[in-house]
């Protein structure tokens, strides 16, 4: 049986269910002996409100869970999801501003979709299959793709460019760099790239005020967030509600914790004893974000005793200080909002 990892995405409330849920969701109700299809958006123009790879289960009695646009187009997705259940057949639908159904169902906000439907089946639950292999690898924190060829429902698994050829290898390559799934066109059909990125992570050090005002910000984009203090006191429930708290020095947790090129590490506490162990792991580490706050004069400081502890120079420029975008920031909640622009800026390819 596939067993998918749980607890992926805490802010369903704002945002649609993650895919890795929906398709959680979608082996459960197989394994359960309900018959289920997934619909899945590969393509989209125009004001689209949710990326394209974002999926729908459906099971025969039409209970549903994720969503493909939001709510536009649900209710004409599950009716035609019941048929490809019935008739095994997959197909294709697009919904546009012009069609009369797109109206019908609510989406006339000036955008297009395409939306791919395909039944499950329980070959696909096997412990060698596809699925079997893409839940290993979610659970793993390991980037992949879900290769599905339109013409012929036939999937496999890619963990690189290099395991494509061609226009696909280069398409695959764009799609991890840029994060995005992607529809594929080929001489022998579209070949449609789901992309599975591991979470963004945002490991904060220092349960601090600026901490306070970060975690909510880094949780409403979806981050996996952990906070990381020694002292009780700050890095407490009482302030920090149901976020992960490791109260621990940083050099202790960090190896345990794990970090990786999708992660993100703020060093906020302000006491060297517990931010430069961090910053010397981080910077060990493949994270692709360092960021440390103060002001030049203490980020020189900093890079003087970083020096004495054997990192290198060539490292220490990877560190983003003062921390964040210059928005002239005052307060907690500013140096918050520079701070999650510049990880974004940084994360997106846009940064100085």
């Known amino acids: 049986m596939v067993r998918w990892p749980s607890g992926l995405a805490e802010t369903n409330e704002r945002r649609s269910m993650s895919k890795t849920l929906v398709l959680a969701g979608a082996f459960g109700w197989l394994a359960g002996g309900r018959s289920v299809a997934l619909a899945t958006a590969i393509q989209s123009w125009g004001s ?75 070959p696909n639950l096997s412990s060698d299959g596809v699925f079997h292999r893409l839940a290993n690898a979610v659970k793993a924190r390991r980037p992949v793709a879900l290769l599905t060829k339109l013409a012929t429902d036939e999937r496999s698994l890619a963990y690189a460019p290099e395991d494509a050829a061609g226009e696909l290898a280069a398409a695959l390559e764009e799609s991890f760099r840029r994060d995005r799934s992607v529809l594929v066109p080929g001489k022998d059909g579209e070949v449609f790239i789901n992309l599975f990125n591991p979470r963004l992570r945002l490991i904060v050090i220092g349960a601090v005020h600026v901490a306070q005002a970060l975690v909510p910000m880094a949780r409403a984009l979806d981050y996996d967030v952990v906070i990381v203090d ?22 202790e947790a960090l190896p345990e914790i794990g970090m990786d090129g999708r992660t993100a590490l703020v060093a906020l506490s302000h006491e060297p004893r517990i931010d430069d162990p961090a910053l010397i792991e981080a910077l060990r580490s493949g994270a692709f974000y360092v960021g440390a706050l103060g002001s030049r004069l203490t ?49 997106r390819g846009k940064a100085r």
């Open 48 to 122: 689209a409100p949710l990326p394209v790879g974002s999926q729908l289960a459906i099971d025969g009695d039409g209970n549903f869970l994720g969503s493909v646009s939001g709510g536009c187009i649900e209710a004409e997705v599950v009716a035609q999801a019941r048929e490809v259940i019935a008739s095994g057949q997959a197909k294709t639908l697009e919904f546009g501003v012009g069609d009369e159904t797109a109206w019908k169902v609510g989406l006339s906000c000036g955008g297009t979709i395409r939306i791919f439907i395909e039944r499950l089946d329980a």
């Open 230 to 251: 020694p002292r009780p006191a700050f890095a407490s429930e009482e302030r920090f509600g149901s976020v992960e708290l490791w109260r621990a020095w940083p050099d």
């Open 299 to 347: 980020h020189a400081k900093r890079i003087e005793r970083l020096i004495e502890a054997g990192v290198a120079e060539a490292d220490l420029g990877r560190i983003h200080a003062p921390i964040g975008l210059d928005i002239g920031a005052q307060g907690a909640p500013e140096i918050a909002v520079s701070i999650i622009a510049e990880i974004t800026a940084v994360q």
